[in-house]
C-alpha cells in the first residue's frame, strides 16, 4: 500500500442505483424497457429522434431529481484527502460525483446536463427538454442531441484516461458490469501494466475474473468501507 500514489477509479451505473438511477443491465434496467438499437446508438436517432429525444428528456429530469448517495460521497472525500494523482473515469452521465463534491472527475460517455449542437459543434449546458426543438443558443439551428456517447460513438478523452491508466498503481471499477468497451478492458490493461486491481460491485460481473480482488456488495457500504480502509493506512 505504501507506494501507491496514483489511482484510477472506474465508476458506472451501479454507484448511482442507491440513489434511484436505474441501472442498464440489471432485472426493470433501462434496457428491459427500450432496445439498445433504438435509444443508444445514432442509427436508432436518426430513425426516430422524437422516442430517443422524450427517452433523454425524461432521464435528464429524473436525474436532476436524485441526490449523491454514500458512495459518491466517499469518492468526493477521497479526492479532497488523496495528494497522490486521482481519476474518477465514470461512465455515468449524471453529475451526483460532481454534487457530492469530488473535482477529478471524467465523464467518458458523456452528460446529461450538456446539449450537443450537431450543426455547430457547440455544447451548452442543459436542464430542460430537447424534444420540443429548442435552437442553439449558438447558431439558432433546431439540431441539438444529448451530449452522450452511444454505441459505435467514440467515448470522450481516451487518451487522457489510457495516460491515467499508464500512469497509476491502483485501477478501482466500482458498479458496472463490464459488458461495454473500451470500460471493459481497462482492467485487462491495467494488469497488463502490473498495476493493482480491486473491483467492488452488487454481483460478480463479467469482468470479475481479472482484478486482483472483487468485493460483492452494496456501493453505499463497500465504498466507504474502502475509502476509510486506504486512507487509515496511508
Ligand atoms: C451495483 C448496485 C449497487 C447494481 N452497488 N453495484 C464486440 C466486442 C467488443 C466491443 C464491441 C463489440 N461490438 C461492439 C463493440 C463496441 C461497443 C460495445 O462495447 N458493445 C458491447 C455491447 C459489446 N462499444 C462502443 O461502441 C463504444 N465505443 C467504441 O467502442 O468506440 C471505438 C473505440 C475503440 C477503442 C478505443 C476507444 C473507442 C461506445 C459505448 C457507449 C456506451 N453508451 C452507453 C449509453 C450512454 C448514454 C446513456 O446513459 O444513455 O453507456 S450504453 C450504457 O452502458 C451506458 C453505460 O455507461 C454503459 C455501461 O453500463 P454500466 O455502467 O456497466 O451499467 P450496467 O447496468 O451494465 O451494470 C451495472 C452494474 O452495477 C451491475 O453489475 C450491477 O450488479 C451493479 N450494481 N446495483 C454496487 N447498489
Redesign the pocket.
Known amino acids: 500500500m505504501a507506494e501507491i500514489r496514483n489511482i484510477v477509479v472506474l465508476t458506472?451505473?451501479?454507484?448511482s442505483?442507491?440513489s434511484g438511477i436505474d441501472?442498464?443491465?440489471?432485472e426493470g434496467?433501462?434496457w428491459e424497457q427500450h432496445k439498445?438499437e433504438d435509444?443508444?446508438t445514432p442509427e436508432g436517432f436518426a430513425r426516430d429522434p422524437d422516442l430517443v429525444l422524450r427517452f433523454?428528456d425524461m432521464?435528464r429530469e429524473a436525474i436532476q431529481t436524485k441526490q449523491p448517495n454514500p458512495?459518491h460521497e466517499a469518492l468526493a472525500r477521497l479526492d479532497q484527502q488523496w495528494d497522490g494523482d486521482l481519476l474518477i473515469v465514470t461512465?455515468?452521465?449524471d453529475d451526483l460525483h460532481e454534487r457530492a463534491g469530488a473535482r477529478r472527475v471524467l465523464h467518458m460517455?458523456?452528460t446529461?446536463l450538456n446539449a450537443w449542437c450537431t450543426a455547430c459543434d457547440g455544447k451548452t449546458p442543459w436542464t430542460g427538454t430537447l424534444a420540443d426543438r429548442p435552437p442553439c443558443p449558438g447558431c439558432g439551428t433546431r439540431a441539438l442531441r444529448?451530449d452522450?456517447?452511444?454505441?459505435?460513438?467514440?467515448?470522450y478523452e481516451?487518451e487522457r484516461i489510457y495516460a491515467a491508466i499508464r500512469r497509476a498503481h491502483l485501477f478501482v471499477s466500482?458498479?458496472?458490469?463490464?459488458?461495454?468497451?473500451?470500460?471493459?478492458g481497462f482492467v485487462r490493461d491495467a494488469r497488463s501494466l502490473g498495476i493493482d486491481t480491486l473491483e467492488?460491485?452488487?454481483?460478480r460481473?463479467q469482468g470479475s475474473g481479472w482484478f486482483r480482488e472483487s468485493r460483492q456488495?452494496?456501493?453505499?457500504a463497500?465504498v466507504p468501507e474502502w475509502v476509510e480502509e486506504f486512507l487509515s493506512r496511508r
Not at 23 to 26: N, P, V
Request: hydrophobic share 45%; proline share 5%.
Open positions: 458506472g451505473a451501479g454507484i442505483a442507491e441501472t442498464f443491465r440489471s434496467g433501462l439498445v435509444v443508444a433523454y432521464r458512495a461512465q455515468n452521465v460517455h458523456g446529461h444529448p452522450v456517447v452511444w454505441f459505435g460513438e467514440m467515448p481516451m466500482i458498479g458496472t458490469s463490464g459488458a461495454v468497451y473500451p470500460a471493459a467492488l460491485n452488487l454481483e460481473s456488495g452494496k456501493a453505499s463497500l
